[in-house]
């Protein structure tokens, strides 16, 4: 039998072996794969903002409030890389 690859994960040609939760679960493993990109990146770049308008406007290093901002920007920045390179090899 013929085997065709799909994400490097080989389907079967014959529709005995194809069911539809084998179907639904390739479908599954793929959005978990390429959702988690999409909130990342927007959560990085959110961050990235954050910390630019903390760091480069005047006065606004000095406040607690600001402070504790950019340190909980930074967190989720790091955090945010980290889930953006979690589904890749």
Request: charged share 10%.
């Amino acid at each position: 039998s013929e085997l065709r690859y799909c994400c490097l994960l080989p389907i079967p040609q014959s529709s005995s072996m194809v069911t539809p939760t084998t179907a639904t679960a390739l479908a599954r493993q793929k959005a978990l794969a390429i959702v988690p990109k999409f909130t990342a990146a927007t959560s990085a770049i959110s961050s990235i903002i954050v910390i630019f308008l903390i760091v480069y406007c005047r006065g606004k290093k000095k406040t607690t409030y600001h402070r504790l901002i950019l340190g909980m920007s930074l967190c989720d920045l790091t955090s945010s890389v980290a889930w953006f390179f979690t589904t890749w090899p």
